[in-house]
């Protein structure tokens, strides 16, 4: 069982930049695909990002390539991820994500365990 704590939501300008950290207990956290989804008020859940289990690869939601950057640090269980060049429209609770197999997937229920997410804001 592995326990998820996000960290790092606010609210911002649009144009701004933010950084989500999250922070993983229990369970084996290299052995995870870690990922990044969010939802917005009234919308449903959607992929933002992932990455592999040793950060060898990572993949990106055209909605957010070439300004969302995934990262994650396997000896301080960390994973994070680096907004920048915020548009109103990444308004969400954006929450991170383990997945307990190798196989990389941008859906949401193929995701096992889930942190309680943190509030991203961006005003314009």
């Known amino acids: 069982q592995v326990q998820l704590v996000e960290s790092g939501g606010g609210l911002v300008q649009a144009g701004g930049s933010l950084r989500l950290s999250c922070a993983a207990s229990?369970?084996?956290?290299?052995?995870?695909?870690m990922g990044w989804l969010r939802q917005g008020s009234g919308k449903e859940r959607e992929f933002v990002a992932a990455i592999s289990w040793n950060g060898g690869w990572n993949y990106y939601a055209d909605s957010v390539k070439g300004r969302f950057t995934i990262s994650r640090d396997n000896v301080k269980n960390t994973v994070s991820l680096q907004m920048n060049s915020l548009k109103p429209e990444d308004t969400a609770v954006y929450y991170c994500a383990a997945r307990g197999d190798f196989a990389l997937t941008t859906r949401p229920l193929q995701y096992d365990y889930w942190g309680q997410g943190t509030q991203v804001t961006v005003s314009s």
């Open positions: 229990g369970g084996t956290f290299s052995t995870y695909i």
